[in-house]
C-alpha cells in the first residue's frame, strides 16, 4: 500500500527528531512511539498558541478589543469540535474541561446524582472509566472474550438481566492497552433499548478513528463522549464533553462564575449551557489548540493518516508477534479485521517490562510505556492470570511491594511515525528479546528499572528559570 503523503505529515508536528542521549554517550535522533499517552504538538497549533496569546484575553464578559476575539475563538474551537464528531447541537452539547479523565467524572457525578442507577463497564476500561462509576453510582462488570475483546452478547445478557436496573453503558472507544476499537454503535442501539444510555471514552479513539456521534433519533447514537486534547496533539490542557443537553438538572457539579444568570442574596439562576457547565475562567488556549489541532488534521487528509496508521499498525502487530520470545498482547487481526489502532502492547519472555522499556530507551533512543497502563483489570485478563493470582499481587502491592505488579510493553504510533523507525524498534525488540542488553540496570522499589549509574542527565528546561 502507498501513502505518497505520509513523509510530508511528519513535518508538521513539533520536536520529532529531538536527538537523545544514549548509552555509550553521543545522541541518535528519538523514536517517540508513545504517542498513546500523549502526543507533540502540531507546529501550526504551536505556533498558533504562541501568536494568540498576543490577543488572548478573558472570554464572554469582556468588551475589549482581545476579550471579544478571544471569545469569538474560544466559541469557534466549540463549532470546530461539534463538527468534527457530527454533535447534533440541538440535543447535545459541547463542553470544554480539562480532558477525558475530568469529562467521565463529571457523568459520573451528575449521573449518580440525577439517575442514580447503575453503570454497566466492561473489564477493558481505563481506570478513568472505571473508578468514577464505582464510587458514584456503583457498576456491573463486563467479561471479554477470552482474547481482550468487547463481548457484545455479555453486554446484551447483562442489560437484560438488569431489566432497567442500568442506566448508564460505560465502554471505551478504542482501548489503550490493546488499541481494539469497540463497536459503540451496536453496543450504543442495545444500550438505548434497555432504557439506557452511552458514554465513549474516546481518549485513545478521537484521534485515530473517525467519530460519529449520529442524530438523536438514531437508535446507535452517542450520548457522551469524552476526549483529551494531548492525545490529540494539542497538549495545551483542554478536553472536550459531548453530553446530551437534558442530561443536567438543578445545579452544576462545578459551581462559580459565568455559570450563572443571576445571583441574589438567597437564590441563584443558572445560566444556558454550555456556560452552566464551565464555571470558572475556562482554558481558551487550551480550546483554541484542540480546534486548530483539528482544521489541521482534517487539512492535512485525517483520512489518508488513518490508513497509513492502520498499515503500519497491522505490520507492528504480526512483526512483534513473530519475534521468537515476545508475545502480543491480544489477537493480532481482531474479530472485526481493521478494529485495532496501531497500538500494540507485549511481553518479552523471562524480561521485566520495565527492563525492556528502559533498555529501548538507554540503548536505542526509543520512547515507549510500560506498566499497567491504568487499565490493571483488563491487564489480569489478557495476560490470563487467575482471582488468587490477582488476589497475591494486590496483597503485595498493599504491602508495599510494587515490583510485583506484572505488566506489559506498550508501543503506539501517530501518522509522523515512519517505516524507517518501525523497523529500528522492532529489531531493537528483537535484540533485546535474544538477551542482547549491553547496559546494566538496577530495579527501584517501584518496580521501574534505570541505568546503573542512573540515566544520562537531561537537564529540564526549566531548571534554568528555577535556579534564579
Ligand atoms: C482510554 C483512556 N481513557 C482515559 C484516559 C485519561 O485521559 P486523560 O489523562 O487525558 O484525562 C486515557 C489516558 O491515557 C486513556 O488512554
Not at 483554541?288 to 487528509?301: F, H, K, N, S, Y
Not at 505488579?405 to 503506539?412: C, E, K, T
Not at 525488540?429 to 540496570?441: C, E, L, P
Amino acid at each position: 500500500m502507498k501513502f505518497p503523503h505520509a513523509g510530508q505529515w511528519r513535518e508538521h508536528f513539533a520536536g520529532v527528531d529531538l536527538p537523545v542521549p544514549v548509552f555509550g554517550g553521543g545522541t541518535v535522533t528519538g523514536i517517540n512511539f508513545d504517542n498513546a499517552a500523549s502526543t507533540p504538538p502540531l507546529k501550526r497549533v504551536r505556533d498558533l498558541v504562541n501568536g494568540f496569546s498576543d490577543v488572548y484575553s478573558s472570554v464572554h464578559r469582556g468588551t475589549g478589543y482581545k476579550s471579544r476575539l478571544s471569545t469569538e475563538a474560544y466559541e469557534d474551537a466549540r463549532e470546530l469540535v461539534a463538527r468534527f464528531l457530527g454533535v447534533d447541537d440541538k440535543h447535545q452539547v459541547v463542553i470544554f474541561v480539562k480532558g477525558t479523565t475530568d469529562a467521565l467524572n463529571r457523568i459520573a457525578a451528575e449521573q449518580a446524582r440525577l439517575d442514580g442507577r447503575q453503570v454497566l463497564v466492561t473489564e477493558m476500561e481505563h481506570h478513568a472509566d472505571l473508578l468514577p462509576w464505582r464510587h458514584r453510582s456503583g457498576h456491573v462488570m463486563v467479561g471479554l472474550s477470552d482474547d481482550g475483546e468487547i463481548d457484545v452478547d455479555a453486554i446484551e445478557h447483562e442489560l437484560k438481566r438488569g431489566g432497567g436496573s442500568i442506566g448508564l453503558v460505560a465502554l471505551c472507544g478504542a482501548s489503550n492497552v490493546t488499541g481494539f476499537v469497540s463497536p459503540i454503535h451496536a453496543v450504543a442501539e442495545l444500550a438505548h433499548r434497555h432504557g439506557a444510555r452511552i458514554s465513549v471514552d474516546a481518549a485513545q479513539l478521537a484521534p485515530h478513528h473517525r467519530i460519529d456521534v449520529r442524530p438523536a433519533d438514531d437508535p446507535g447514537h452517542l450520548d457522551f463522549v469524552s476526549m483529551s486534547g494531548h492525545k490529540m496533539y494539542a497538549p495545551y490542557g483542554a478536553g472536550v464533553l459531548v453530553a446530551p443537553r437534558d442530561f443536567f438538572a438543578g445545579a452544576p457539579e462545578v459551581m462559580g462564575g459565568g455559570a450563572i444568570s443571576i445571583v441574589t442574596w438567597d437564590d441563584t439562576v443558572w445560566a444556558d449551557l454550555p456556560d452552566r457547565e464551565e464555571a470558572g475562567s475556562p482554558n481558551v488556549i487550551g480550546a483554541v489548540a484542540m480546534g486548530a489541532a483539528i482544521e489541521t488534521m482534517l487539512e492535512l487528509g485525517f483520512d489518508d493518516m488513518l490508513a497509513y496508521e492502520v498499515h503500519l499498525g497491522r505490520r507492528m502487530h504480526a512483526e512483534l508477534a513473530a519475534i521468537p520470545g515476545v508475545s502480543v498482547l491480544g489477537r493480532i487481526e481482531p474479530m472485526t479485521p481493521g478494529a485495532r489502532l496501531a497500538l500494540s502492547s507485549f511481553v518479552v519472555d523471562g524480561l521485566h517490562h520495565g527492563l525492556v522499556a528502559a533498555a529501548l530507551s538507554h540503548e536505542w533512543g526509543i520512547a515507549v510505556r510500560h506498566g499497567c497502563f491504568c487499565a490493571n483489570p483488563y491487564v489480569f485478563h489478557l495476560l490470563h492470570m487467575s482471582k488468587d493470582e490477582v488476589v497475591a499481587v494486590e496483597g503485595e502491592v498493599t504491602a508495599g511491594r510494587r515490583k510485583a505488579l506484572p505488566g506489559a510493553v506498550r508501543a503506539s504510533l501517530a501518522p509522523y511515525n515512519t517505516e524507517a523507525e518501525l523497523k529500528r524498534f522492532l529489531e531493537a525488540v528483537t535484540q533485546v528479546a535474544r538477551g542482547r542488553i549491553k547496559s546494566t540496570y538496577e530495579q527501584a522499589a517501584d518496580g521501574t528499572y534505570a541505568p546503573a549509574g542512573g540515566w544520562p542527565r537531561i537537564p529540564s528546561p526549566l531548571r534554568a528559570v528555577v535556579k534564579h
